[in-house]
């Protein structure tokens, strides 16, 4: 399984990004998340979303992002509105076995990073 990550990129405070992710080994009903580290702090959760469309979000992020899937086309995406300079990161797809997101391990497959970078 591979996931490829895009959509990252320059954009100032208050504007929006979408980020895409797609998995190469096509239909799945893996739990597919977000995740993202910024320079010098820990890889960090952002949002999650189960193949039925049950969603979790960090607080930090709730209400700005929105995370969702497309079965058909193996696809998954954030939508960040609102962006603040502290949203500024890579960004990483991720995908876990599972029912429901597990915070309690790590995802089984990682796609490579996208940055976002917001300015003030």
């Known amino acids: 399984v591979q996931l490829q990550g895009s959509g990252g990129g320059l954009v100032q405070a208050g504007g929006s990004l979408r980020l895409s992710c797609v998995r190469s080994?096509?239909?799945?009903?893996?739990?597919m998340g977000w995740f993202r580290q910024a320079p010098g702090k820990e890889r960090e959760f952002v949002a999650s979303?189960?193949?039925?469309?049950?969603?979790n979000y960090a607080d930090s992020v709730r209400g700005r992002f929105t995370i969702s899937r497309v079965n058909a086309d193996s696809t998954v995406y954030l939508q960040m509105n609102t962006l603040k300079p502290e949203d500024t990161a890579v960004y990483y797809c991720?995908?876990?076995?599972?029912?429901?997101?597990?915070?309690?391990?790590?995802?089984?497959?990682w796609g490579q990073g996208t940055l976002v970078t917001v300015s003030s």
């Open positions: 979303i189960t193949w039925r469309g049950n969603r």
């Open positions: 991720a995908a876990q076995k599972g029912q429901s997101w597990n915070s309690d391990r790590l995802p089984d497959y």
């Open positions: 080994a096509g239909y799945s009903t893996h739990v």
